[in-house]
């Protein structure tokens, strides 16, 4: 797997990716459709995407310029962080990811792309100045590296452009080996977290025996 050194670089391969998506004719067609997931329109689905995926890693690093954080990361790693995650989240807070979705979309297509590359450009800019072991701020205030971080945007970045991919009908985006590397490690790393060893073997090598150890999230 790339190590943190290069996680900049791919993350705002992918991000360029997103961009390109959601700005994909066939996106804009659909907009105003379902989406694969459920209760949430494609328009939802690709401000999700917009957000959660790229301008959050913005979001998160701005507030730290007023406060940084201190202290110890709370998260080990993206498995971690995503492992806590599946064992906190409610349906209250699945419901506000896709409200936010929803609110960000709302610019309309063209608008949300602009926006878009304008918080890729800021993001070039600043991960060019920072090690992947800055610890930052994230949701709730949970301290998190951020090589770490930029790992967990790579899963979100995957994982929804895929989403996009089905509720529009068309063939995935190519993303890069790497990017791909980095997201599947995670996987990983967050099933063992979650199940253990042994479940997780079962599900990799003997069928009818891993009980549900997949999907990971």
């Known amino acids: 797997m790339p190590g943190p050194d290069g996680r900049a670089a791919l993350f705002l391969e992918g991000a360029g990716v997103v961009a390109r998506a959601i700005g994909d004719p066939a996106v804009g067609e659909a907009w105003d459709r379902p989406s694969v997931l459920e209760g949430q329109l494609v328009s939802g689905l690709a401000g999700h995407l917009a957000r959660g995926a790229v301008w959050t890693v913005d979001e998160y690093l ?38 936010r979705g ?59 452009l895929d989403d996009l991919a089905r509720s529009v009908g068309r063939d995935p985006w190519h993303l890069p080996v790497g990017l791909w590397d980095v997201v599947l490690h995670v996987g990983l790393e967050t099933a063992r977290r979650r199940h253990g060893d042994d479940a997780v073997g079962r599900a990799l090598y003997r069928e009818g025996f891993a009980g549900a150890v997949l999907p990971v999230l």
């Open 102 to 160: 929803a609110v960000v979309a709302a610019v309309g297509q063209d608008a949300l792309v602009a926006q878009l590359r304008g918080r890729i450009a800021v993001l070039e800019a600043r991960l060019a100045t920072l090690p992947p072991d800055h610890v930052m701020s994230v949701i709730a205030g949970t301290r998190i590296r951020l090589g770490d971080y930029l790992a967990t945007r790579m899963v979100e970045q995957a994982v929804h």
């Open 62 to 99: 701005g507030e730290d310029v007023a406060a940084a954080p201190t202290g110890a990361p709370d998260f080990a790693s993206a498995g971690d962080y995503y492992a806590s995650f599946a064992e906190t989240a409610t349906a209250e807070m699945h419901q506000a990811v896709r409200d």
